[in-house]
């Protein structure tokens, strides 16, 4: 019997080499293959291109013709000025024509589309709420907006924004010296120059206070060691805001790291299947070299850090509106294309109660987000406000592009049709700049008194307001920047 096995087994082998050794010779490069010598191909599709998206399935319209916009139900534009309605019209204009054809493309190869990069910088939103430098001097409110608008069309496009303009420009803009700003932010502003923001570490995601980063002073600069984790856009950043411990006042510290600097590596994390286009890195730094020039003077302690946290906070709560935004859209037209059983898919009740949710959801989103815009400019937000709107919007949006996943059925699975991909994109948002249940106990926090975050026994806790305590912000980015 075992011999019987081992004669069988042998055959097998046999056949099955040579049968890749017919497919090795099908596949040999050719000037030109007609198509009987495809089909004669043993294994089925083998060196066969895709058929293109639209003639594989005529019934229904991909996301590379972006749908137009039908997700104002409230007619929310009567909330914002004529100004910024004319910046969501542009950029909207934009994203739709020059990212939407090519982001499959990218988010698939998980590569960054730097092509998309002249027009981004075209919109001239980089800079955001800073004023002068070559930078826009936006509002709050239009800066959000513009955050939502980019992500309607690509998330991975807006994640590139957040980083570059809400942490990395914004840190300058508000701790750096003047000679810092003069000599960064105009580049930055043009996106001549690419900006990152490292902060996150492997040990530190939501405790990044706790950062072991560190700085030690040197004849003529400061030598950084250590490593950092998650750093979108750090493979290619011309300039990187790090944040590290200084070895003798014990405090954290901000430095401007320049790419190319000795000592200072950056790779890519793999794998991800969520904000693909966005290039995540690890940064290792050994003995890297950064002269007194490029610390940044308004970072002491990090505490200082939540300045800036607290407006890129409100940005990070813009991009789950702008993702369930046009999912919805790519839905809508959807449901109105497809059609089984004689009858548009939209003519089914089940279907339009889940368009309904949806399009309910993004009322409320946007109406939540414009609110935090308003509190902010007053002076009045607090940390709890702007975490419970990053919290409620992205689980509220975690729901929405669920329910486009249904509608969608089979090309729900599919990035040509938004969805699947706005799906995968929204996993990292709703854990960045702060988790879920993080941001809910900062929130807790502040209508309780009682902190819950640590351990404390019970002990009540002062409420903080948006200057406050250096504890509120002390949890950031698992992901993505």
Known sequence: MIMELSVVREGTEEKCQRRLTRIHEHLKPTDAYSSSALERIPTLAIGLPPLDIRSAFPQATPASIFPESVSDYFQLDDLLSSED??????????????????????????????????????????????KGYGCPGLSVLSSALAMSEIARVDASCSTFVLVHSSLCMATLAMLGSEEQKLKYLPGLARLDLIGCWALTEPGYGSDASSLNTTAKKVEGGWLLNGQKRWIGNATFADVAVLFARNTQTNQINGFIVKKGTPGYRATKIENKIGLRMVQNGDIVMENAFVPDKDRLPGINSFADTNKVLAVSRIMVAWQPIGIAMGVYDICHRYLLE??????????????????????????????????????????????????????????????????????????????????????????????????????????????????????????????ATSEGLEENFAFIKDEST
């Open 338 to 463: 497809r059609k089984q059983f004689g009858a548009p898919l939209a003519a089914l009740q089940i279907n339009q109660e889940k368009l309904v949710r949806m399009l309910g959801n993004i009322q409320a989103m946007f109406l939540l987000g414009w609110r935090l815009c308003k509190i902010y400019e007053a002076g009045k937000m607090t940390p709890g406000q702007a975490s419970l709107c990053k919290a409620w919007n992205t689980k509220r949006a975690r729901e929405t592009v669920a329910l486009g996943r249904e509608l969608l059925g089979g090309n729900g699975i599919l990035a040509d049709f938004l969805v699947a991909k706005a799906f995968c994109d929204l996993e990292p948002i709703y854990s960045y700049e702060g988790t879920y249940e993080i941001n809910a106990l900062v929130t807790g926090r502040e209508i309780t008194k009682i902190a819950a975050i640590k351990p404390s026994g019970g002990k009540t806790k002062t409420t």
């Open 85 to 130: 309605v004319a910046l969501r019209k542009r950029i909207r204009e934009t994203m739709e024509k020059h990212v939407a054809p090519v982001m499959t493309k990218y988010w698939e190869k998980a590569e960054f589309p730097f092509e998309c990069v002249p027009h981004i910088s075209s919109l001239m939103v980089a800079g955001g709420t800073t």
